[in-house]
């Protein structure tokens, strides 16, 4: 199989901001330096270079040139960069670039949503849908779910919350992460002296019903995921009460096309678990804050089940996932020590009370490096915890303080240093074991962190690393493929969904604008992707078909990391 990738010049196919860094990566025999011209919109030659030799990637087994036109900053549209006899993909130069991404990569999530219809006139007609899992018939979910294999004796409301990704399952270790990214997002334009103060965020901005009820609508869109995570823990008087549930999905896995308002399974509620009950705890609390000035009831809500959350699994701190089957995703995760850390970590901003703060410094993870080259995710989120530690106000002892926010640093000059080495410029090492499932969100997590060290810093290289950073997801990589649904020449449209199976039904839409795809994926984790693409070079273990799964999904923890990044982008226009 040899895929079609189109010009040998690979540019970011979105653009770049017009005093930002703007690198591009030539696939070529030559060995020695070639001429690079870059050309506007009428076919001028406006300045023009030589690349520079990087010998082989080793992720694509390319031999690779790098271009640098970073010393040209006149905005315009229509540009293309011009060597060894090929024409780029076009691309902006705009300090505007990305300020429909941050509410493109936002309106996911309020498609995403269970348990209400889906208005088509905040979000397109081809995205207006009944409301799924309410109980009507074929529905058997979600307002009155059962314990799998009988394991346990009540049924629980556990309506609404975001769909996970292409399935229709909903896994509270999943949904922790992402309400966290978005809330943070939110977050960040309060405590940053480099963001905008959330213009891009502010009420009335965002394509939710709830807009114009003087809520900031990206709190409206956390609250809808909020408000089941806490409809997933357990009532008091029940064996583990005050933990979470792990996760609510169908009995047996359908099949795409399946609108969530068809889908016929019976909805089950797995086990207990500690991390879940973890991952309410630490998403409650950050709650907890953020709505304090707009709902106060609502506030305490959340603190009060964060309390209990926390408390529950410090009862049971070793209840691990147990995935009695069935058809949704495993999601389990032997190590939640790290979820500890992060759960004490909110709980102390949020409270400032000395026994959580005493949690936070007793955790492994205080000190730790948390900070993977790889990136966090779902499993791994002691990242989480110290990234709002380095940056949520709080009267955290002035040399912890400190300790906290120089391992930001640390790690983003580590992350600096990795994208340097990378030809095609990605905050990831060039072996197979930086392409995994769900691989796009590790990258944007690590841009997340060249973005916050920015924030704490304000030194331009941070900037220009994080900017830098999103080359390779918009189209400067081996396949010439941008990643975002909407967002570049050529972009991932056919991702793995029961809702916009397109590929499936010609009636049924594409994935929304701004849908992640989860990226290459050397362990080729689905039969499509095995059989297609046995012995890629991982760059190249990717295939935008509705069938690879492992390579080629949307996911609500994918999107929140683009989410948070798009809006640090959409902040950085001027620069
Ligand atoms: O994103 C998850 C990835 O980290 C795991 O390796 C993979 C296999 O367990 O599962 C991914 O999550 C999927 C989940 O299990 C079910 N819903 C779709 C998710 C994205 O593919």
Redesign the pocket.
């Known amino acids: 199989y040899v895929p079609e990738t189109g010009p040998r010049v690979r540019v970011n196919q979105v653009g770049y901001l017009p005093a930002g860094p703007k690198n591009a990566t030539l696939v070529t025999d030559a060995t020695a330096a070639l001429d690079w011209q870059l050309n506007n919109a009428a076919g001028d030659v406006v300045t023009s270079g030589r690349s520079t030799p990087r010998g082989v990637d080793a992720a694509s087994g390319q031999n690779v040139h790098t271009i640098d036109f970073s010393a040209y900053t006149t905005a315009g549209t229509g540009y293309t960069l011009v060597a060894d006899g090929q024409t780029s993909h076009p691309f902006d130069i705009s300090g505007t670039l990305y300020r429909q991404l941050r509410s493109d990569a936002l309106q996911f999530f309020y498609i995403q949503r269970s348990g209400i219809a889906i208005d088509g006139d905040l979000v397109g007609r081809q995205y207006a849908r009944p409301a799924g899992h309410l109980g009507v018939a074929p529905n058997k979910g979600d307002t009155s779910v059962p314990c799998r294999a009988g394991s346990c004796d009540y049924r629980l409301d556990v309506r609404g919350g975001w769909y996970?990704?292409?399935?229709h399952?909903k896994?509270v270790v999943?949904g922790g992460i992402a309400v966290q990214q978005l809330m943070s997002s939110f977050e960040r334009t309060k405590t940053a002296v480099t963001a905008d103060g959330g213009a891009g965020l502010a009420d009335s901005t965002l394509r939710v019903p709830e807009r114009g009820n003087q809520v900031p609508d990206i709190l409206d869109e956390a609250r809808w995921e909020l408000e089941f995570l806490m409809r997933m823990q357990v009532p008091a008087g029940k064996p583990f009460a005050g933990m979470a549930h792990h996760k609510i999905h169908d009995a047996n896995w359908t099949g795409l096309p399946m609108q969530p308002e068809d889908d016929p399974e019976q909805r089950e509620l797995q086990p207990p678990s500690t991390a879940a009950t973890l991952n309410l705890a630490a998403t409650a609390a950050q709650g907890a804050r953020l709505f304090a000035p707009y709902d106060a009831a609502f506030s305490a809500k959340l603190l009060a089940s964060a309390r209990t959350a926390y408390a529950a699994a410090k009862a049971n701190p070793a209840k691990l996932a147990q995935d009695l089957g069935g058809g949704?995703?495993?999601?389990?995760d032997n190590d939640v020590s790290d979820e500890f850390y992060w759960a004490a970590a909110e709980l102390y901003l949020t409270t400032g009370e000395a026994a959580f703060l005493a949690d936070v410094t007793a955790s492994p993870h205080h000190t730790g490096d948390v900070f993977a080259a790889t990136g966090f995710?779902?499993?791994s989120t002691a990242a989480l915890g110290r990234l709002d530690l380095a940056t949520v106000p709080s009267a955290l002892p002035a040399a912890d303080r400190q300790r906290v926010r120089q391992s930001v640093l640390t790690a983003a000059d580590n992350y600096l240093a990795t994208l340097e080495a990378q030809a095609y410029g990605l905050p990831m090492p060039g072996n197979a074991g930086s392409y995994?499932?769900?691989g796009n969100?590790n990258i944007l997590n690590n841009v997340q962190v060249l973005a916050t060290a920015f924030d704490l810093t304000g030194t331009a290289k941070y900037r220009d690393g994080a900017v830098r950073g999103v080359d390779y997801i918009f189209g400067r990589n081996a396949l010439n493929q941008s990643y975002v649904t909407g967002w570049g020449e050529k972009a991932s449209q056919n991702q793995?969904s029961r809702i916009y199976a397109h590929q499936k039904d010609a009636a049924l839409p594409h994935p929304p604008a701004g849908s992640l795809a989860?990226g290459a994926n050397a362990?080729l984790?689905d039969p499509y992707a095995k059989d297609l693409l046995a012995g890629c070079k991982p760059m190249f273990c990717y295939v935008d078909d509705i069938e690879s799964?492992?390579t080629n999904?949307?996911?609500i923890?994918?999107n929140s990391a683009l989410a948070w990044v798009a809006s640090f982008l959409a902040d950085q226009g001027a620069g």
């Open positions: 996970d990704a292409g399935d399952g896994y999943n949704g995703g495993s999601y389990g995710g779902w499993g995994f499932w769900g969100s793995h989860g362990g984790d799964y492992a999904e949307v996911a923890n994918w």
